[in-house]
């Protein structure tokens, strides 16, 4: 083999290399990220924003924990929601083994703003007991971590492709 060819081969290789990566990236980018309980965080196809939900395994499984929080709504005397929605737009969330905390800015798409209305602000979900306190102000917020058993302020992490990757932010 001449070493012209040799180069030539190289130069493909890394060529089909750095394209496997990319598109790789672009998957895992796409995809939701596991956070515990059956809440996730994924990236909307549509005004880049980053939305955390609920999505629990099976059918029978959602049934119950939407009849749950129904119940503890009906109880308390509040209005269903559903089970907890954090977004559009998280610019920064942290996870801990009983409850993900962060904060949602600007809400960069108006036509799902209408829909579906998403306090701005920090947030906490109770993973146990599907329940979220959002729209706080950061005293508010940290009241609120403080009855959770966290007393210093968490480092919020933007979310990123390599949360995934390098399992960064599990509980």
């Known amino acids: 083999m001449s070493k012209d060819f040799k ?3 190289v130069i493909v ?5 750095a394209i496997c990566c990319v598109l790789w990236a672009a998957v895992q ?9 059956g809440y996730r965080y994924y990236n909307i196809d549509y005004g ?7 999505a629990p395994k099976g059918e029978k499984e959602g049934r119950e924990r939407l ?11 509040v209005e269903f929601k559903g089970l907890p ?11 801990y083994p009983h409850i993900i905390t962060g904060h949602v800015s600007k809400v960069q798409d108006p036509i799902l703003t209408s829909v ?19 729209g706080l102000n950061k005293q508010e917020w940290l009241k609120k971590l403080h009855s959770f058993g ?7 992490f933007r979310p990123s492709i390599f949360d995934r990757i390098l399992g960064r932010n599990k509980p």
């Open 7 to 9: 180069v030539f081969i």
């Open 13 to 17: 290789s890394l060529i089909i290399l």
């Open 29 to 37: 980018l796409r995809s939701a990220v596991q956070l515990g309980n």
């Open 48 to 54: 880049g924003g980053v939305f955390i939900d609920c």
């Open 67 to 77: 009849q749950k929080a129904a119940e503890r709504a009906e109880r308390e005397q």
């Open 85 to 95: 929605k954090a977004g559009p737009d998280v610019d920064g969330y942290h996870v």
């Open 116 to 134: 579906e209305e998403r306090p701005l602000g920090y947030f906490v979900i109770d993973v146990h007991n599907d329940q979220i306190y959002d």
């Open 150 to 156: 966290i007393h210093r302020e968490p480092e919020l």
